[in-house]
């Protein structure tokens, strides 16, 4: 089975940090595509970053140079370091994995507010 689980998430104020993390398990992690989708309630998911087996990265516009993606294939894991964090940011953030998103994880929530 694969499994993805992601924590970091919490309740932070506005210009705060946050570090996502998302551990994989039953998949050769190195040779998937990775990346990061928050949802709005109310709204459909939506892709943040993502990153390639050969490292390319694409993030999405209302990222603004604030988040960066990695992966540490050693460890079987992805991370999203978020800076500048606004109210804006507020979702559930999901961790999926493989060219067509075929595996998720449960999501870690975010609360950025004053």
């Known amino acids: 089975q694969v499994q993805l689980v992601e924590s970091g998430g919490g309740l932070v104020q506005p210009g705060e940090s946050l570090r996502l993390s998302c551990a994989a398990a039953g998949i050769i992690f190195r040779m998937n595509t990775a990346g990061w989708y928050r949802q709005i309630p109310g709204q459909e998911r939506e892709l943040v970053a993502s990153i390639t087996r050969g490292g390319n990265i694409d993030y999405a516009d209302f990222v603004k140079g604030r988040f960066t993606i990695s992966r540490d294939n050693a460890k079987n894991r992805l991370y999203l370091e978020m800076n500048n964090l606004s109210p804006e940011d507020t979702a559930v953030y999901y961790c999926?994995?493989?060219?067509?998103?075929?595996?998720w994880g449960q999501g870690t929530q975010v609360t950025v507010s004053s």
């Open positions: 999926a994995v493989d060219q067509k998103w075929r595996y």
